[in-house]
Every structure is written in C-alpha cells, then in structure tokens.
C-alpha cells in the first residue's frame, strides 16, 4: 500500500462532505458541506464545540455512519481516491489498515471480553495474514512502541486490568498496529486527566515524526490544538467557518467565533480582571439553523447581511480559509471593525 | 477457580438443609394422617398405631428430622408407601428420564432463542425482527399444558383435513406418550422448550440491542473487522452474560415444568413421579424427589456462575 507511487499531495482531502441523520419527517444536518484537507504527514485540527460535527465527519471518513445517519454528499479523497465510491468490502481493507482511528472514551471502546492482545492482534490477522504466534509477538512490540511496562505480561490482561492511560496507550497501539497513513484522534485525551494527556499527546507526536503518518486531530481543547497541530480547522454549526495553519490562528484569529473561542481560554500569565469572556447563547440546534450566518445570532458584530445570507468559505492568498462576510467584498457594517476588540464581558 | 468450586459446593449444603427442612415439615403440616392413610380408612386403630410406630411418627419431630436426614447422607431416602419399593430406586429409574427431558429442551430452547435473538436485534425493526417477538410472544403465553395438548392433537393424533390436500392429509408423525424414541422425544421437548425460547429470544435481542451499541463495537468495525465476526464474536460474547443467567434460571424451571409436561405425555419422569406421589399422599417419594430435584437446581446454578466467570473476566470468583 505505502509502496504505490505518490502521486497525490494530500493524504486527505474532503470536500463538501454532508452528512445528516433522517427522522421520520426530517433531515438534520450535522455535517452540512464541510471542507478541508490533510498534507502528506501532517496534523490536522478540527476545533469546535459539541455538537459541531467533529466527531460525525471523522466516522463520515472510514463510512461509519449508522442508521439513521447518511453521507448525502461530497467526497472524501484518500490517497487521491473517493472513498464514496468504495465497496464496504474495499472500505474494510482501509479501516484499521491504512487508516485507523482512536476514540474518545478508553474506559469503553476496548471489549471487555478479550485479551490486550487478543485486540490488537486482530488487526494483523485480518490485514497481514499474520497467525497467531506472530500476531502476538507483533502486539508486544507494539505495546512496547507505545510505552507500556512489561508488555510481555500486559498482553495477556483485560481491559479492565488496565488504567485509563494505559488503556488509551492500548488503543493507540491498535490503531499503529498496521501502521496506517492517516490516524484519526477523536477527542483522545478528553477522558484522561491532565498529565497523562501531556503523556499521550507527546506520544502521538512522536510516533507521527517516526513513522511519518497524517494525523486527524479532533478536539475542543485549543490548547491540544496549540501544541501538535499543524493546521487547524475550526468548526461550528456542521461546517467549518476558519482552516488555517497553526501558526497563524493563534496569531490572527479572523473569525468570531475563533475569538470568542481563544478569548474564553483563562489566560495562564497574569490574573483574570473581572469575569471570563464568553460566547453568549449555545450552538443552535441542527433541526433549526440560522438562515443566513450559523454564528450570527451570537455574533458581536452581526448585521442584516449576517442574519439573512450564507457567508461562502472564502481562500486568501496564502491558502487560509474564512467563512465570514466582513472578509468579503460584500460586507456592510462598519468598514473598519476588529473582530480582536474588547467585546463585552458577561457572565 | 478449583477454590472457588469447592467453596461453592459447601455453600450447597444450607440450601440442602433448608429445602429438606421444608420439605419434611410439609409432610406434617398436610391434613391427614399418613399412618391411617397407608392402614386404610377402616383399619383398626391397634393396627394404625403400629404403623406409627414402625414409622417413627411417635418420636419428637427434631428426631424424626434427623434420623431422616442420617438416613438420606446414606442414600436411603426411605420406602413408598404404594409401593413398598424403597424411594432411592423408585427415583433413579425416572431420574434420567426428566433430565433428559429437561437436557434436550434447554438445547433446543438456547438454539433457537440464540438465533431468533441474534437475528432480531441485527435487523431492529425489520419484518423478521417484529415476526420473531411476535411468535416468542405467543411462545411465552401459552401454558405448556395446553401447547402439549395441541401438539398431540397436531401431530401425533392427526387433523382432519380433506383428502385432496396433499401431504399432510396424515400428520400422526409422532408418538402422543412414552419416552424413548426419537418420535417420542419430539413433542414433549418442544412443549417444554417454547417458553424458555420465547424467554431466551427476548433476552438475547435486549441484550445485542444494548451491546452492538457499546463503543468497542465501533472500535472492531473501525479495524476492518467483517460484521458477521463483529456480531458473532465481539457482540455476542458479551451479550451472553445476561443470558447465560436465564438460560440457568429457565433450566431449573424446566425442571418443575416437567412436571406438567410429563402429565401430559404420559411420560414416566420424575414429574409424573411427584404428582402421582402427591395424590396417593407417598410422602417419603414426595420428599426424596423434591430433594434430588432441589439438588440438580443447585448443580447447575453451580455450572451457571462457572460458565459466568468464563465470559466476564471481571467477575473474580476467588
């Protein structure tokens, strides 16, 4: 598979990717159009509040959707390839071989009923062709990569014999296991508790330069984002309203709503004065989106424009991407607003 | 886990105390005086004296309690009273026969629950799965007395169908009583079965319901594992604890449905055995059956939690 000549530039690249669940009389839109891409190698952000569409565009890719969800349109290009197009067949010599993905909660995403090792070596065995001896030994190296002690032992455990971090370690040992070109993290560190997510990001990040894999990164922590990522795209609303790299979001936040994000971190080096800003109202639920601008009923600086017209995703020169009408040619409101001024605080 | 056995055996040995307790004391508490019984209505009262006297039934009954019990570790569980024949016997010639009853109606009832379960939680809401929790349904409400009727009555009497309808002009295929045979076994086995089916199917459907929606099945389909080894290993393993528990709830049930079931097909058991018993007021075979039935239940709430501890690995029985 990674010996195929590389003709594509981009691990990944979705575009215009919808995804929506049907009820009996509605379609709900959880991902609405989203759009973005993965370089060869790279670490990608996707940043949002819950209930954004993070964690249904990262299942979208390996075509994990259950009923009653669907992919109702787009493309998902892996490797050059739409996956759409795939067989379920073709799609299960994908998952968990070229591309793998961990999930949020370690507590539960492992069987209770199997050993570590009995886990991991499934991957060898259905991608590989590996038998079971040499599945094992391949295991315990694995979990050695991943920095578990005397793995040789931990091998035969259950997962519940096992700590949080360890058991995230397991996971990520999982899904290296057939060492794939993309890896999707979805929230992987949310479950754990604060030094052992330094631990497994750290992890991650070593392990990506090493074997020089693509990263999806799902998270709502910008501080995660801040530190392994190389771009970010941020989302609201099932679709994504900012994708720049790294670099430059935390530098120049251009959307709202990535500044009401960044303001409402608690900064670490002086004392907060007053109250932490916020974003005032929640996310709006995906059976009764805004007409025009998703974020433009919370938005400080919302006109008409805003509230009855769509923002498209506009590129600068440099690549970066903004959904926003006061980047437009269009925009009505006051010519020289800055999105980085003092907006109110509340609580 | 060979610890664990052990204890759990001399844990048997209250519950055997307290079943045997119940059950003697029952034999006293029944109106009736079963030395009169067994002299008849009109025997002289010199003669129903005797045999209270050769019965024990004049001793304290803490003593009448004990010397039965001294006599039961020694397999000797006393002699019927119809028969003469001591209780021991009388039981093991009818012993295997309800076990085996009871044997091939949880396999049958495990095998098609299992699968009717499995099918009808995979494809929720589907044709198939309303079908299936329809007839397990009926399955569980029908009393199996009166399925046993029907099933004779069906199959083994025959209906009376005009003589163009082809095949089935003759549906006396199997046997309406005994045990033995294959076209014996047949009919009796599904009486008892429906229901523990019907219950087992249900559970086994809850039970994938609940497990295909855990996180570590997403986990085995996001490693490219097919969905049939995702339903039949990842899923199904779990969702057996639950119903690993009914199946030996359903087995001890079966046991005391047995006997109605045997009633019904004349089938010589240990059912028939205690009705039979119960109506010619035999108690010492009314005692020793319900005592050895008590003990099987027992056994296989043994084989129960052992079969447990084999799928939940986080159950650590020592």
């Known amino acids: ?13 979705i575009k215009d990717l919808q995804t929506s669940f049907f009820t009996k009389d509605l379609e709900v839109k959880a991902v609405d159009g989203v759009s973005f891409t993965i370089p060869k190698g790279k670490i990608l952000g996707v940043v949002g509040e819950s209930g954004s569409g993070k964690s249904i565009t990262s299942l979208s890719i390996l075509r994990l959707i259950e009923d009653p969800g669907k992919i109702v349109g787009g493309e998902i290009r892996f490797k050059g390839e739409n996956l759409l197009d795939k067989t379920e067949a073709q799609m299960r010599k994908i998952r968990g ?30 991608h590989q062709g590996l038998n079971k001896k040499q599945a094992k030994e391949r295991s315990i190296e694995m979990l050695k990569l991943v920095g578990i002690p005397s793995p040789e032992k931990r091998v035969d455990q259950y997962p519940h014999e096992l700590s949080g971090g360890m058991r995230q370690r397991v996971m990520i040992a999982m899904a290296l296991a057939c060492d794939p070109d993309l890896l999707i993290a979805d929230e992987p560190t949310t479950a754990l508790d604060v030094t052992i997510q330094a631990q497994i990001l750290d992890l991650m990040k070593d392990l990506q330069e090493r074997l020089g894999m693509g990263i999806l990164l799902i998270t709502h922590d910008l501080g995660v984002v801040a530190e392994t990522c190389d771009y970010v795209a941020v989302m609201y609303a099932g679709k994504v309203v900012e994708f720049t790299d790294a670099k430059t979001l935390f530098k120049s936040p ?13 900064p670490h080096d002086h004392d907060i004065e007053g109250d932490l800003s916020v974003i005032r109202g929640s996310v709006p639920s995906p059976a009764e ?59 | 886990m060979f610890k664990y056995i052990i204890r759990r055996i001399i844990q048997t040995i209250p519950v055997l105390i307290g079943v045997s307790i119940l059950v003697f004391s029952m034999m006293h508490l029944v109106p009736g005086d079963p030395a009169q019984i067994m002299a008849g209505e009109s025997a002289p009262k010199e003669q129903v004296e005797n045999i209270r006297e050769r019965l024990g039934l004049n001793d304290p009954l803490p003593v009448q309690y004990l010397s039965y019990i001294g006599d039961a570790l020694q397999g000797d569980l006393g002699n019927s009273m119809r028969s003469g024949r001591d209780v021991t016997s009388e039981i093991g010639a009818r012993f295997w026969v309800t076990v085996e009853l009871a044997v091939y109606s949880t396999i049958v009832a495990v095998f098609i629950g299992l699968i009717a379960g499995v099918i009808s939680a995979t494809r929720k809401y589907s044709f198939a799965d ?26 083994a009497i025959g209906i009376d169908l005009p003589s163009w309808v082809p095949f089935i002009s003759d549906t006396s ?16 086995v599904i009486t008892l079965g429906t229901g523990s089916a019907a219950i087992i199917a249900r559970m086994t459907r809850s ?9 570590y099945i997403r986990t085995a389909r996001a490693k490219g594992v097919k969905e049939r080894i995702v339903v039949y290993q990842h899923a199904l393993k779990n969702a057996l604890i639950p119903v690993v528990t009914v199946v030996g709830l359903q087995f001890g049930g079966l046991l005391g449905g047995a006997v109605l079931t045997e009633s019904v097909f004349a089938v010589n058991g240990m059912g028939k055995l205690i009705i039979d018993s119960i109506k010619a007021r ?37």
């Open chain 1, 97 to 126: 071989n070229e591309i793998s993905m961990i999930f949020q909660e370690p507590m539960t995403s492992l069987n209770p009923t199997f050993t570590v090792g009995q886990q991991i070596s499934e991957s060898y065995k259905i």
């Open chain 2, 130 to 155: 309303t079908s299936l929790m329809l007839i397990a349904l009926f399955g569980l409400s029908m009393p199996n007395f009166w399925l046993g009727l029907m099933l004779i009555q069906w199959f």
């Open chain 1, 289 to 347: 989106m805004p007409k025009g601008c998703r974020f433009a009923p919370r938005c400080p600086f919302a006109t008409d424009l805003c509230r009855e017209n769509l923002p498209d995703l506009i590129t600068d020169e440099e690549g970066n991407q903004i959904r926003c009408w006061i980047y437009s040619d269009e925009w009505n409101g006051d010519p020289e607003v800055d999105v980085h001024a003092e907006t109110e605080r509340t609580t």
């Open chain 2, 282 to 318: 035999d108690f010492p075979v009314v005692q020793g059956t319900i005592l050895v039935v008590a003990l099987l239940f027992v056994i296989v709430n043994l084989i129960v939690d052992i079969t447990y501890r084999y799928l939940n690995k986080r159950i650590d029985l020592d």
């Open chain 1, 254 to 266: 251009k959307h709202p709503y990535t500044v009401g994000l960044m303001k409402s971190i608690p």
């Open chain 1, 1 to 13: 598979m990674t010996s195929a000549p590389n003709t594509y530039e981009n691990i990944l690249e």
């Open chain 2, 173 to 188: 295929w199997f046997k309406p009583s005994g045990w033995g045979s294959f076209q014996q076994v047949v009919l009796p």
């Open chain 2, 207 to 215: 039970s994938m319901l609940d497990v295909i929606g855990q996180d």
